[in-house]
């Protein structure tokens, strides 16, 4: 059969989920009659077809960690928003689950030691910091140095 223009209809173009060996669109009775065999024999729960792209989008973002553009490409949705409207709550339990990590990391006994009898390292004195040392090595200084360093407290 030609559609208007000569052109067949269900070629690839017409970019079909499901369609007849032939290319063609297939009925929506023989798409709901092959789910309901398969359903049936493999013995799961009677659930409304469309429930498969809501199952679908779910599990992609579960794996894909939320990431809204991927899902909103792998599904078809025509916009980003979509997803996130419709899917938001898979998020928000997510994020529950990570808080709770996050609270059981920071307050679990090993993660945060107890840093109350920790003292801070004994000062070492050296000569370096030693007033008399700094005073004797100032008197031995060049007369240079010495013009120098009264330039510098004068500022």
């Known amino acids: 059969m030609q559609e208007p223009g000569g052109e067949e209809a269900g070629k690839e173009e017409d970019n079909l989920v499901i369609a007849l060996p032939n290319g063609r669109p297939c009925e929506e009775r023989v798409i709901m009659e092959s789910f309901h065999n398969l359903r049936e024999k493999c013995g799961l729960p009677r659930v409304a077809f469309h429930s498969l792209r809501h199952s679908s989008t779910t599990y992609k973002l579960k794996l894909n ?87 510098l407290f004068k500022g």
Request: charged content about 30%; glycine content about 4%.
């Open 65 to 151: 960690k939320g990431d809204i553009k991927a899902t909103q490409g792998d599904t078809g949705h025509s916009q980003a928003d979509m997803v996130t409207r419709v899917y938001a709550h898979i998020l928000d339990e997510d994020r529950k689950v990570n808080a709770v990590k996050m609270e059981q990391a920071f307050y679990s006994p090993n993660a945060n030691p107890d840093l109350r009898s920790v003292k801070p390292p004994a000062e070492e004195t050296s000569d370096d910091l030693n007033l008399e040392s700094f005073i004797s090595k100032l008197r031995s200084a060049s007369p240079e140095r010495l013009a120098v360093l009264a330039k």
